[in-house]
């Protein structure tokens, strides 16, 4: 019987289908396996089911010959070397579409958090500073408009379009920009450029690779309006953090809702987490448990395809199978 590693206990019903199929390995914590572990466990195993969290690279895919596929409870695939996979024939699975409107809600939350400064209020609040002299005021925690502004979407593809989609209902004008053209209803093609330099809120949801790496740098960061918002729910490598960090505390920028960094955990003493304009969360944009339970069938069903020797049903590298 074939050997499959799996990183973590995941949730839903297909992973408990597993057993029947394959020997199965299961890392059972405490905690998330960390890469020795990884390193270890993989050896002589046919396939792995993984998370994001769990770093393939070329070295540990050069180390495991035997590695016929990856599945990983993920949209995002850049914690995998796809084009080392590739190369070796090992299809890379993941997990889209069943979290595209979880996390264009969680967009949303940042995005009314960070316009209407809600954290700040939250802890002004608990803080105990809300006091009878200070009670209410013209000016007191005024944020900006959501509705009828201009919201600039970076990335169109399925999340993207769940975002442009909730804009409506806020009468939002929503600009977007593609890497390839793409026509969406409601949203005006733009460059990316102009998007920046015209957007009261900025959404990024484009996928993390080597052409957007670093593609909201200290430049483009400069384009934005003085009071624009920036939401990132896709990958912190996409925005140049000590740039953003920067324009926030300059008044180069009113405020960024995050929900992912370049390094995860974020270092406690990240300049971003200091500032009272940002609005943080632990990437947790997929994070309600009927759409963990979805994406964990998923990368599940794409272990029970590998192991028939099918195709996996959610593939990011489907010309493996082309040859
Ligand atoms: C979450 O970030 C994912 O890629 O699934």
Same mark, same amino acid.
């Given at each position: 019987?074939?050997?499959?590693?799996?990183?973590?206990?995941?949730?839903?019903?297909?992973?408990?289908?597993?057993?029947?199929?394959?020997?199965?390995?299961?890392?059972?914590?405490?905690?998330?396996?960390?890469?020795?572990?990884?390193?270890?466990?993989?050896?002589?195993?046919? #396939? *792995? $089911?993984?998370?994001? &969290?769990?770093?393939?690279?070329? /070295? !540990? @895919?050069? =180390?495991?010959?035997?590695?016929?596929?990856?599945?990983?409870?993920?949209?995002?695939?850049?914690?995998?070397?796809?084009?080392?996979?590739?190369?070796?024939?090992?299809?890379?699975?993941?997990?889209? #579409? *069943? $979290?595209?409107?979880? &996390?264009?809600?969680?967009?949303? /939350? !940042? @995005?009314? =958090?960070?316009?209407?400064?809600?954290?700040?209020?939250?802890?002004?609040?608990?803080?105990?500073?809300?006091?009878?002299?200070?009670?209410?005021?013209?000016?007191?925690?005024?944020?900006?408009?959501?509705?009828?502004?201009?919201?600039?979407?970076?990335?169109?593809?399925?999340?993207?379009?769940?975002?442009?989609?909730?804009?409506?209902?806020?009468?939002?004008?929503?600009?977007?920009?593609?890497?390839?053209?793409?026509?969406?209803?409601?949203?005006?093609?733009?460059?990316?450029?102009?998007?920046?330099?015209?957007?009261?809120?900025?959404?990024?949801?484009?996928?993390?690779?080597?052409?957007?790496?670093?593609?909201?740098?200290?430049?483009?960061?400069?384009?934005?309006?003085?009071?624009?918002?920036?939401?990132?729910?896709?990958?912190?490598?996409?925005?140049?953090?000590?740039?953003?960090?920067?324009?926030?505390?300059?008044?180069?920028?009113?405020?960024?809702?995050?929900?992912?960094?370049?390094?995860?955990?974020?270092?406690?003493?990240?300049?971003?987490?200091?500032?009272?304009?940002?609005?943080?969360?632990?990437?947790?944009?997929?994070?309600?448990?009927?759409?963990?339970?979805?994406?964990?069938?998923?990368?599940?069903?794409?272990?029970?395809?590998?192991?028939?020797?099918?195709?996996?049903?959610?593939?990011?590298?489907?010309?493996?199978?082309?040859?």
């Amino acid at each position: 019987m074939s050997k499959v590693l799996v990183t973590h206990q995941l949730p839903g019903e297909r992973i408990h289908e597993l057993p029947d199929h394959c020997e199965m390995n299961v890392w059972m914590g405490p905690g998330l396996m960390p890469s020795d572990a990884l390193r270890d466990e993989l050896a002589g195993c046919e #396939g *792995v $089911l993984c998370l994001l &969290t769990d770093r393939i690279d070329e /070295a !540990l @895919l050069e =180390a495991n010959p035997q590695l016929r596929f990856v599945s990983s409870m993920s949209v995002g695939v850049d914690h995998i070397d796809v084009t080392a996979a590739t190369s070796r024939g090992i299809p890379v699975g993941n997990t889209p #579409g *069943v $979290l595209v409107d979880t &996390t264009a809600d969680a967009t949303f /939350a !940042l @995005l009314l =958090a960070a316009a209407r400064r809600l954290v700040e209020a939250d802890r002004f609040v608990r803080g105990g500073h809300w006091r009878v002299e200070n009670a209410w005021s013209p000016e007191f925690f005024t944020g900006n408009d959501v509705t009828g502004a201009t919201l600039g979407i970076i990335g169109l593809g399925e999340v993207g379009q769940a975002v442009a989609r909730r804009a409506a209902g806020f009468d939002m004008r929503v600009l977007g920009w593609n890497r390839s053209e793409r026509t969406v209803p409601g949203v005006e093609n733009t460059e990316l450029d102009a998007l920046l330099a015209e957007s009261d809120f900025v959404s990024i949801n484009v996928a993390l690779g080597e052409e957007t790496r670093n593609l909201i740098d200290e430049r483009r960061l400069a384009l934005m309006k003085r009071d624009a918002v920036l939401i990132n729910t896709a990958r912190g490598g996409i925005v140049d953090e000590e740039a953003l960090a920067w324009a926030l505390s300059h008044d180069r920028l009113a405020a960024a809702g995050l929900d992912v960094f370049a390094q995860e955990p974020v270092q406690e003493d990240h300049p971003l987490l200091s500032l009272p304009n940002v609005v943080t969360t632990p990437h947790i944009g997929s994070a309600t448990l009927a759409t963990r339970e979805k994406m964990a069938d998923i990368a599940a069903a794409n272990v029970l395809a590998a192991l028939r020797g099918e195709a996996m049903p959610s593939c990011a590298n489907p010309e493996v199978y082309q040859r």
